[in-house]
T-cell receptor, first 114, second 117 residues
Framework: KAGVTQTPRYLIKTRGQQVTLSCSPI?????VSWYQQTPGQGLQFLFE???????NKGNFPGRFSGRQFSNSRSEMNVSTLELGDSALYLC?????????????FGSGTRLTVV | AQTVTQSQPEMSVQEAETVTLSCTYD???????LFWYKQPPSRQMILVIR??????QNATENRFSVNFQKAAKSFSLKISDSQLGDAAMYFC??????????????FGKGTKLSVIP
């Protein structure tokens, strides 16, 4: 069974641009969460989506947004990119929010802002 | 606020030996879950072991076990018979409820484990 798929795997963008990252959950999973991983701040929670609704959002500026489609695929968008947005963006999926078993991460998208 | 602290940024262990990674956390909740995740160079976060706070028995998964001390808010990971494939970043994580039906993981800063042949 396919795992959590994140695309693209690598991305280089220029300051001020915007970027969209994609996450396809495991088949049947309806909950998707996003995390940002940086050397300085570590792993920080961004959002959680379930049934096309944002259930929770971490402490990030409004430049960070996301959405979930009816097929449970999720996208996150960062507008007006800053150098500090360079990070590994990980998503995780599960059948329902907070499910302990089957909570699975993807391999992430490495975003570099220059 | 819930925080997770891993006090060992790096550790090393000889192949076939045992190593213990430390984690402490802060919470006012009584019912919660704790996890250890492994992140190899492939970047995917892989669940190593989980512990329910209401269970006093320490979780075990093959060569991996935890020492869960609820009163001390300590959750250490022991890796026995270390193998080269165990080399990775290890993250301790706490799952907290943030609202009705909504949860998030709070992670420690990680411990980089090297395995020496």
């Amino acid at each position: 069974k396919a795992g959590v798929t994140q695309t693209p795997r690598y991305l280089i963008k220029t300051r001020g641009q915007q970027v969209t990252l994609s996450c396809s959950p495991i088949s049947g999973h309806r909950s998707v969460s996003w995390y940002q991983q940086t050397p300085g701040q570590g792993l920080q929670f961004l959002f959680e989506y379930f049934s096309e609704t944002q259930r929770n959002k971490g402490n990030f500026p409004g430049r960070f947004s996301g959405r979930q489609f009816s097929n449970s695929r999720s996208e996150m968008n960062v507008s007006t990119l800053e150098l500090g947005d360079s990070a590994l963006y990980l998503c995780a999926s599960s059948f329902t929010p907070g499910q302990i078993y089957g909570y699975t991460f993807g391999s992430g998208t490495r975003l570099t802002v220059v | 606020a819930q925080t997770v602290t891993q006090s060992q940024p790096e550790m090393s262990v000889q192949e076939a030996e045992t190593v213990t990674l430390s984690c402490t956390y802060d919470t006012s909740e009584s019912d919660y879950y704790l996890f250890w995740y492994k992140q190899p160079p492939s970047r995917q976060m892989i669940l190593v072991i989980r512990q329910e706070a209401y269970k006093q028995q320490n979780a075990t998964e093959n060569r991996f076990s935890v020492n869960f001390q609820k009163a001390a808010k300590s959750f250490s990971l022991k890796i026995s018979d270390s193998q080269l494939g165990d080399a990775a970043m290890y993250f301790c994580a706490y799952r907290r409820r943030t609202g009705a039906g909504s949860y998030q993981l709070t992670f420690g800063k990680g411990t980089k484990l090297s395995v020496i042949p």
